[in-house]
């Protein structure tokens, strides 16, 4: 038989009220005691039931998804795969609240990160660059008891409690061995764009793919990186200048969004089958674009999974819980033309995936 709260007063010799509020955390009962309570549930063997503990007390778990207010198909892609994991997660106590920012004001998202510890959160998930500003407001949210997890894009100066997302630099591994394999020993110079480098994930990718091109691949010239900024005007701008000026291009590298903006260059500019397009992410343009041949392969994740290992992250956080890290590992994947598959993966769980 599993010992109880009462095989704890028992053994500890304390009332139960004293055992709840050790368990709770609450104030008010000494050291000598708390050890002594502490004693007895690891000679019983206790293990508490976090979920019946909090059905009873009536506790949910308000926490926060935090994203750029972008027109990205991906950036969409994932808070609908959020959106879905949340209401599946109701059943959980879990109560998430999708907030966006200006994709390039730090100043507002560092205003809305304050606002949390008022509004009865007790976690928040956050896509954003780590600019000095956003590095600040984390430190400061988690300062006041709130855990904050990283999503998709690290954040490592800022102290977050985790990462939810695939390991950037080996997706920037990966995109090298890719672009190396499809167009074999060179020569040929290798355009890169991403919207900034002040994203760790573009910062990542772009190392990974380095780490792979001079290593493997020496006559390969990979050219310094072009930013966007987000805008499709200003990716348009600067690719169509970077190929005017680099008449060898046969392969371009897109470490992030503006992929309409960038295969619709390519089709202007009669490009299409004849140079190398790696990307990430399978957005539905992206899917559209690798049936007719303008992007050579994806390198994407899963977002069902990553919604949910978000939420499960969160909830272990707040419970001061220990992970699954291997349940909580986001693979990557790789889709060409020939393995597209017919729909997209439903965001919803499978059987060994849910958020218990």
């Known amino acids: 038989m599993r010992p109880t709260v ?52 009536g506790r949910s778990y308000k926490v926060a998804a935090i994203l750029p207010d972008t027109e990205s198909q991906f950036v969409q892609s994932l808070a609908d795969a959020l959106a879905t994991a949340g209401s599946l997660a109701v059943t959980s106590r879990i109560d998430l609240r999708l907030l966006r920012f200006p994709a390039e004001d730090p100043h507002q998202l560092a205003a809305l990160l304050a606002s949390l510890p008022h ?14 500003v956003v590095r600040d407001a984390v430190r400061l949210v988690r300062s006041k008891g709130i855990p904050v997890v990283a999503l998709v894009s690290n954040l490592p100066n800022a102290g977050c409690d985790h990462f939810v997302g695939i390991d950037n630099t080996a997706a920037g591994r990966t995109a090298g061995v890719l672009m190396g394999r499809f167009l074999g020993a060179g020569p040929g110079q290798i355009i890169v764009v991403g919207q900034s480098l002040l994203a760790r994930d573009m910062v990542d990718r772009r190392r990974g793919f380095d780490e792979v091109m001079l290593r493997d691949f020496p006559n390969l010239d990979v050219l310094p990186s072009l930013e966007t900024h987000g805008s499709s005007g200003t990716l348009r701008e600067v690719v169509t200048r970077r190929l005017a000026n680099s008449p060898n291009v046969i392969g371009i590298y897109s470490m992030g969004d503006g992929h309409r903006a960038l295969t619709q260059l390519i089709d202007d500019m009669k490009l299409s089958g004849r140079i190398t397009v790696i990307c990430h992410e399978l957005t539905p343009h992206v899917r559209t674009a690798l049936q007719q041949g303008q992007v050579t392969a994806v390198i994407t994740q899963n977002l069902g999974h990553l919604a949910r290992s978000t939420l499960r992250v969160l909830r272990a956080k707040a419970d001061n819980q220990p992970l699954d890290e291997s349940q909580e590992q986001i693979r990557i994947e790789i889709v060409l033309r020939e393995n597209l598959p017919i729909l997209p993966d439903p965001p919803g769980p499978t059987p060994d995936d849910q958020i218990a």
């Open 6 to 57: 009462t095989d704890i007063a028992r053994e500890a010799g304390v009332s139960l009220a004293t055992v709840d509020r050790v368990l709770n955390g609450r104030p008010g009962v000494r050291e000598k005691t708390i050890s002594a309570v502490n004693e007895a549930i690891a000679r019983l063997g206790y293990v508490r039931d976090l979920a019946a503990a909090n059905l009873a007390r």
């Open 119 to 132: 509004q009865g959160y007790v976690g928040a998930a956050l896509m954003a660059p780590e600019t000095p």
